[in-house]
């Protein structure tokens, strides 16, 4: 199974390919970007928030699959921040469901999402199976893992989005995009985020990236065991 890995910036990307022994291929997508390629899986640096994430994984799926080869999985990946006391700093944490927290609209009784407008779905649903065989191989959490185009930076934020979504583990900024991507092409998806900084008043100082960073490359090092589970699902969900 080729896998697609989508990941905001570069120095995640390299983290991704840093699992791998072979030194990646540079592949260029219509439009300009460049896929990084290693041993079955190509990594995408697409940009910050779900609109970049989305129309990079669009491109990349859409490449795969007019070159007849398409991909099997796409994976969001990355930093991101962590809901305390469930996801201290440098945990891992597998997406049991990838939610579009801020994708909605404000109303006088509180937040309403886009499923509740009637304009779609907030939230996305990995393989269960799947899942589980990435948390045994890795070690990860799983939870939800929340995506929002605004990184929250106040006690009262995070209050707010933990009220709303108590099985939150995480947040960060492309997890949905991906999604949206993946399900318009029928192609599994998953979301794996190591966490960077906890989810609360901002402290950027207080960002531990290094250590999230070499979190993801130990990640994708015990990855591709997991998706070679027996028993697993190869083709479309
Ligand atoms: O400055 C650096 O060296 C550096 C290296 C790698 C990544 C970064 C980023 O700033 C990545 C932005 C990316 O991180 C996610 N993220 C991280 N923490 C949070 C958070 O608390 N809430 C939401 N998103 C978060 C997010 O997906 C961004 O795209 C810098």
């Not at 669009?58 to 006391?85: E, K």
């Not at 927290?101 to 309403?112: H, I, R, T, W």
């Not at 709303?164 to 979301?191: I, Q």
């Not at 994708?220 to 589970?229: G, I, Q, T, V």
């Amino acid at each position: 199974m080729r896998v697609l890995v989508v990941t905001a910036v570069a120095a995640e990307r390299d983290a991704v390919t840093a699992a791998f022994p072979r030194a990646p291929e540079e592949v260029a997508l219509p439009g300009g970007a460049v896929l990084h390629r290693t041993a079955g899986y190509d990594v995408l640096a697409a940009g910050v928030g779900p609109a970049a994430a989305a129309a990079g994984t669009a491109t990349a799926l859409t490449a795969a699959a007019l070159a007849g080869d398409p991909y099997g999985l796409a994976v969001s990946a990355g930093i991101g921040g962590g809901v305390a006391p469930g996801a201290p700093l440098g945990a891992l944490v597998v997406a049991e469901r990838i939610v579009a927290a801020d994708l909605g609209a404000e109303a006088p009784e509180g937040f309403l999402t886009v499923t509740e407008l009637g304009f779609g779905r907030d939230a996305h649903r990995p393989d269960a199976g799947l899942v589980r065989a990435v948390a045994a191989a890795t070690g990860a959490l799983s939870g939800d893992v929340l995506t929002v185009s605004t990184v929250t930076g106040s006690a009262a934020r995070a209050a707010e989005l933990t009220r709303r979504h108590p099985r939150a583990l995480a947040e960060a900024m492309e997890g949905f995009g991906v999604a949206e991507a993946a399900a318009a092409h029928g192609t599994r998806v998953l979301e794996l985020r190591t966490v960077s900084n906890p989810v609360g008043p901002r402290d950027r100082a207080a960002w531990r990236i290094g250590d999230a960073l070499a979190a993801l490359t130990a990640a994708f090092h015990a990855l591709p065991a997991a998706l070679a589970s027996p028993g697993l699902p190869e083709g479309p969900p």
